[in-house]
């Protein structure tokens, strides 16, 4: 045991709270707590393309992640948490910024070809941490940019190991299957995929061997960055590449589900889940350590059994219907969060930076963000509601789509994807077809899947909802109603 866990102890016991004490509010103050204490770590595990039931705590089928299951065990699961937008590059800079993708400038998913990423005037989630010592590093998928002015090293990050965009954004190669028809046409101008270290490249053209041991490889990494700064508080961010199509998993993973390769990727997931954990266990850290695992965005339906699921949720990935941005999400801080414990307050990746910000007492962005504080409910504080009278949802250029405010969520005329068929299979996607989503409202603690429209029977509420959604587009913008927005910034540029 350190000597910062037994003066955590002796607290505990002179002020003659036991271990049932631990989970209530106000027990600790909310900043680096105790004089003398180390500001808690931060581990923010981030998968890509994992669907709200590809967790065993979540409701997942023929697949097991008892890492994750005994992390919620442990924690608090959030039921209602919500990416900003359903694709990889907004999502991100959401998470990172705690703003809105839209206000900084970054939507959709960047690819080789782009000539713009996250702008350094936005302060990231590492350089919030770095202003209070922190030691810093992102292993796995960084996507805000991967020319040298964009890298994480430029933005906050000590230490960076892993590839600058999504693992589909290369050359068709012939050992893979997991690329649509005409990939190749489509793919013509796009460089092979590199590996970075740092902002040095140490692999120029990742092939399909490689990429089998990226799961493996960034958890290694991780687990030895721990090693390293058990004795500093440090902010770990590892956003993994699976399960991203094309899937691939290591050799000891591989065929080890009941649900195909799919299930041996989030079971390789979940080994590495395990792997941190074991880690702060081995060095002392559990309860100094805040560890938040969720995902980027839904699943990708279109290919099938090689992607997730999204049960009971209504459509995936690229679509603003609750398949698309609700993620599982669980915390775990031994002491701090109560174990075994659920939240089904609506909350968002852009709370993470603020709250973490008061946590570690850390001064938040001088540039207006979006999120707000939500250690009311990840502490279990009776009566902790949503800080949040509404939450956005924009996708595309700048479209506001939908919007949750409390129970309800209002859908605004635009128009998705849905698939027009049965989903692909083995690695083949299924085709899309366009559909058209008209003024619609949910009541979602009723109906978590979306399908019964409510509008016509209560017309006030959806006039609150309208009153909401012009308040955001005088504010961000919205291109299905030609609105510019008064308060969108730029993104970094070459």
Same mark, same amino acid.
């Given at each position: 045991?350190?000597?910062?866990?037994?003066?955590? @102890?002796?607290?505990?016991?002179?002020?003659?709270?036991?271990?049932?004490?631990?989970?209530?509010?106000?027990?600790?103050?909310?900043?680096?707590?105790?004089?003398?204490?180390?500001?808690?770590?931060?581990?923010? +595990?981030?998968?890509?393309?994992?669907?709200?039931?590809?967790?065993?705590?979540?409701?997942?089928?023929?697949?097991?992640?008892?890492?994750?299951?005994?992390?919620?065990? /442990?924690?608090? !699961?959030?039921?209602?948490?919500?990416?900003?937008?359903?694709?990889?590059?907004?999502?991100?800079?959401?998470? $990172?910024?705690?703003?809105?993708?839209? @206000?900084?400038?970054?939507?959709?998913?960047?690819?080789?070809?782009?000539?713009?990423?996250?702008?350094?005037?936005?302060?990231?989630?590492?350089?919030?941490?770095?202003?209070?010592?922190?030691?810093?590093? &992102?292993?796995?998928?960084?996507?805000?940019?991967?020319?040298?002015?964009?890298?994480? %090293? @430029?933005?906050?990050?000590?230490?960076?190991?892993?590839?600058?965009?999504?693992?589909?954004?290369?050359?068709?190669?012939?050992? +893979?299957?997991?690329?649509?028809?005409?990939?190749?046409?489509?793919?013509?101008?796009?460089?092979?995929?590199?590996?970075?270290?740092?902002?040095?490249?140490?692999?120029?053209?990742?092939?399909?061997?490689?990429?089998?041991?990226?799961?493996?490889?960034?958890?290694?990494?991780?687990?030895?960055? +721990?090693?390293?700064?058990?004795?500093?508080?440090?902010?770990?961010?590892?956003?993994?590449?699976?399960?991203?199509?094309?899937?691939?998993?290591?050799?000891?993973?591989?065929?080890?589900?009941?649900?195909? @390769?799919?299930?041996?990727?989030?079971?390789?997931?979940?080994?590495?889940?395990?792997?941190?954990?074991?880690?702060?266990?081995?060095?002392?850290?559990?309860?100094?350590?805040?560890? +938040?695992?969720?995902?980027?965005?839904?699943?990708?339906?279109?290919?099938?059994?090689?992607?997730?699921?999204?049960?009971?949720?209504?459509?995936?990935?690229?679509?603003?219907?609750?398949?698309? &941005?609700?993620?599982?999400?669980?915390?775990?801080?031994?002491?701090?969060?109560?174990?075994?414990?659920?939240? /089904?307050?609506?909350?968002?990746?852009?709370?993470?930076?603020?709250?973490?910000?008061?946590?570690?007492?850390?001064?938040?962005?001088? !540039?207006?963000?979006?999120?707000?504080?939500?250690?009311?409910?990840?502490?279990?504080?009776?009566?902790?509601?949503?800080?949040?009278?509404? $939450?956005?949802?924009?996708?595309?250029?700048?479209?506001?789509?939908?919007?949750?405010?409390?129970?309800?969520?209002?859908?605004?005329?635009?128009?998705?994807?849905?698939?027009?068929?049965?989903?692909?299979?083995?690695?083949?996607?299924?085709?899309?077809?366009?559909?058209?989503?008209?003024?619609?409202?949910?009541?979602?603690?009723?109906?978590?899947?979306? %399908?019964?429209?409510?509008?016509?029977?209560?017309?006030?509420? &959806?006039?609150?909802?309208?009153?909401?959604?012009?308040?955001?587009?005088?504010?961000?913008?919205?291109?299905?109603?030609?609105?510019?927005?008064?308060? !969108?910034?730029?993104?970094?540029?070459?």
């Amino acid at each position: 045991m350190t000597d910062q866990q037994q003066t955590r @102890r002796d607290f505990l016991k002179t002020s003659g709270a036991g271990a049932a004490v631990l989970a209530l509010p106000g027990l600790f103050p909310s900043g680096p707590s105790l004089s003398g204490l180390r500001s808690p770590n931060i581990v923010i +595990i981030y998968t890509d393309d994992q669907g709200y039931s590809d967790v065993g705590a979540f409701g997942a089928k023929d697949f097991d992640t008892p890492n994750l299951d005994r992390m919620a065990a /442990d924690g608090m !699961r959030f039921t209602s948490f919500y990416v900003a937008q359903p694709v990889c590059s907004a999502s991100r800079a959401a998470l $990172l910024t705690g703003c809105y993708p839209n @206000r900084i400038g970054i939507t959709g998913a960047l690819g080789p070809n782009a000539k713009h990423g996250i702008n350094a005037q936005e302060l990231t989630l590492a350089e919030l941490c770095k202003s209070k010592g922190y030691a810093t590093a &992102v292993f796995g998928k960084w996507h805000l940019g991967h020319h040298p002015k964009f890298l994480p %090293t @430029r933005h906050g990050f000590d230490e960076f190991l892993g590839i600058p965009y999504s693992n589909d954004m290369w050359p068709l190669h012939p050992s +893979i299957v997991d690329l649509p028809e005409g990939a190749a046409k489509r793919k013509r101008g796009y460089p092979d995929l590199p590996l970075f270290d740092g902002e040095r490249i140490v692999n120029p053209k990742i092939t399909a061997e490689d990429q089998k041991e990226f799961t493996t490889l960034f958890t290694k990494r991780a687990v030895d960055f +721990i090693d390293r700064n058990k004795d500093r508080p440090f902010f770990l961010y590892l956003p993994h590449v699976m399960p991203h199509v094309p899937l691939f998993v290591s050799e000891k993973f591989e065929g080890k589900s009941r649900q195909g @390769r799919y299930g041996d990727v989030i079971m390789e997931i979940d080994w590495s889940v395990g792997r941190v954990l074991d880690a702060l266990k081995r060095n002392g850290l559990e309860d100094d350590t805040l560890v +938040i695992f969720t995902s980027d965005n839904g699943p990708w339906l279109s290919y099938g059994n090689h992607a997730g699921s999204s049960r009971p949720l209504r459509e995936g990935k690229g679509t603003t219907w609750e398949g698309g &941005v609700r993620e599982p999400c669980i915390m775990r801080w031994p002491g701090r969060i109560p174990a075994g414990a659920t939240c /089904d307050e609506p909350l968002m990746t852009i709370d993470l930076l603020p709250t973490i910000a008061k946590l570690i007492g850390a001064s938040l962005p001088a !540039r207006k963000i979006d999120g707000l504080d939500i250690w009311p409910l990840m502490a279990g504080e009776p009566g902790a509601k949503s800080p949040h009278e509404v $939450l956005y949802f924009y996708y595309h250029r700048n479209d506001l789509e939908a919007l949750r405010s409390g129970k309800w969520k209002l859908i605004l005329p635009h128009r998705y994807r849905s698939l027009t068929g049965k989903p692909g299979a083995d690695g083949k996607p299924a085709g899309y077809t366009q559909k058209m989503a008209g003024l619609e409202l949910y009541d979602l603690s009723s109906d978590i899947g979306e %399908t019964t429209n409510v509008a016509a029977e209560h017309p006030d509420v &959806v006039k609150r909802l309208q009153a909401l959604a012009e308040q955001a587009r005088d504010d961000l913008g919205d291109s299905l109603t030609k609105r510019e927005g008064k308060n !969108r910034r730029p993104p970094g540029k070459l």
